[in-house]
């Protein structure tokens, strides 16, 4: 599939909120709280200084363990992320605000109050990103254990989002309520929606599936793919894919954005900035966390090995708990092999394989080489833009937007100032339309 577009296509930028993962360098003196309110402000200000389409806030359900202990990479009292956003609408002016809520344990007429509140409260900058659970260990938390069939996470999210857009559309455009009721395999409800339609009439709607059902499903519901094919060969290969699957569902190619999350690092040479990559990796993949992300795959416990030496000859074990919280690789059997092969190939221990194989795409460079790169990757259609996920707190994006903002502006890829007031208008995505009369809908 080729999709053609002038020759100079607008870039979109969001910012990831870093903490739940391995990304961020903890140790780094600049590092500051994964909690307190000014960090989270400052990241927000700061990609609104550089005209961000979004602020992105992830977040878990339970903290996640490994071989029975709390996994030391999860931040430890991160605040709920509907509330941090309706305190950020305060402070922020255009930026986009988006939550991760999860579709498995939450219910459609009290999350799409949240989500309309806030964005009424932003003047239209709400956005959801959509996830889902299976695990019966998130379960405990919610006194639902493994309810769900993990082959129904899809089919509750694709419904329940469904059933969010019922609810915002139950209210008119000039401010008609009028009653819903929606009878599903997953929802039985009916009655009258409270909030009245919100300025962007539907968040925006974020998903981040990979799968088949994933991309099905971000065709069929999502706004923005929060995607994670980071080289160009890659990137093309699935923006085909997801976007051609769009037009059976009534959708246009610039209905979904697709936006991989990325790491920059910049510096005054092209080697300085390969050194300071070299350095961060080796800063966030430690030892420890080699040995971790070995026993992640091969689920079982290998303390015993040394990081700095070769693989275990054994195959994973099946159907391991060794990690609770934590979706497993896939086939872990082939991914195994996959790690063995590269490590045999570049004669890299444990460690050095690790940080190889699993460091999130970086675009490392000068900032003229890094916003050449940018371009090149939405201009051949690898994406439409870029999440950038920063590996320090509050501070990580302080250098991208002072030095390769301008750049991309200079090159008339990206936006000098906002031409909107709502995300849907910084994305160029469609307003729905209110719908008449009582909202009904069957599915089952």
Excluded: C
Excluded at 38 to 45: D, G, I, K, N, V
């Amino acid at each position: 599939m080729t999709v053609r577009r002038p020759s100079r296509r607008q870039i979109h930028l969001a910012a990831h909120f870093p903490g739940v993962n391995s990304t961020t360098v903890w140790a780094d003196p600049r590092s500051r709280s994964q909690i307190a309110f000014s960090s989270f402000e400052h990241l927000a200000r700061t990609a609104e200084r550089g005209l961000f389409d979004f602020f992105f806030l992830a977040e878990g359900l339970r903290l996640r363990e490994h071989k029975g202990r709390v996994h030391d990479l999860d931040v430890v009292g991160r605040p709920e992320s509907l509330t941090v956003l309706n305190a950020l609408a305060a402070v922020t002016e255009r930026i986009g605000l988006a939550a991760t809520v999860n579709a498995t344990f939450n219910e459609p007429y009290e999350l799409a109050r949240r989500l309309a509140t806030l964005d009424h409260l932003s003047g239209g900058r709400a956005a959801w990103n959509v996830v889902t659970s299976s695990d019966a260990f998130t379960g405990e938390n919610f006194r639902r254990g493994g309810y769900l069939d993990r082959a129904d996470r899809y089919t509750r999210a694709a419904e329940f989002v469904a059933v969010a857009r019922e609810l915002w559309d139950s209210w008119t455009p000039d401010g008609l309520s009028r009653p819903f009721a929606h009878r599903g395999q997953h929802f039985d409800i009916a009655g009258e929606f409270t909030v009245p339609r919100s300025p962007q009439g539907h968040p925006v709607v974020i998903q981040a599936g990979d799968s088949g059902e994933g991309r099905e499903f971000a065709a069929r519901t999502a706004d923005v793919i929060f995607a994670r094919h980071g080289t160009l060969e890659d990137g093309r290969a699935f923006y085909a894919d997801v976007k051609g699957r769009l037009a059976k569902y009534g959708r246009s190619v610039d209905d979904l954005k697709i936006m991989p999350g990325v790491s920059v690092v910049l510096g005054d040479t092209a080697a300085e900035a390969q050194e300071r990559a070299a350095e961060i990796r080796r800063q966030q993949v430690s030892p420890q966390n080699a040995i971790l992300a070995l026993e992640q795959i091969w689920g079982e416990d290998l303390s015993s090995y040394d990081p700095d030496g070769p693989f275990p000859d054994s195959d994973p074990v099946p159907e391991s708990s060794i990690t609770q919280g934590r979706t497993r690789r896939g086939d872990t059997v082939a991914m195994a092999e996959k790690w063995r092969a590269l490590s045999r190939e570049k004669g890299l221990s444990i460690r050095q394989t690790v940080i190889e194989a699993s460091g999130r795409q970086s675009f490392i460079g000068t900032p003229e080489a890094v916003a050449a790169e940018l371009e090149t990757f939405v201009r051949q259609d690898a994406a439409d833009g870029f999440i950038l996920v920063p590996h320090l707190t509050p501070g990580g994006l302080d250098e991208f937007v002072d030095r390769v903002v301008p750049l991309l502006q200079e090159r008339g890829a990206f936006r000098t100032e906002y031409r909107g007031t709502t995300l849907r208008s910084h994305l160029g995505l469609p307003d729905p339309a209110g719908r008449e009369g009582v909202t009904t809908r069957r599915q089952d």
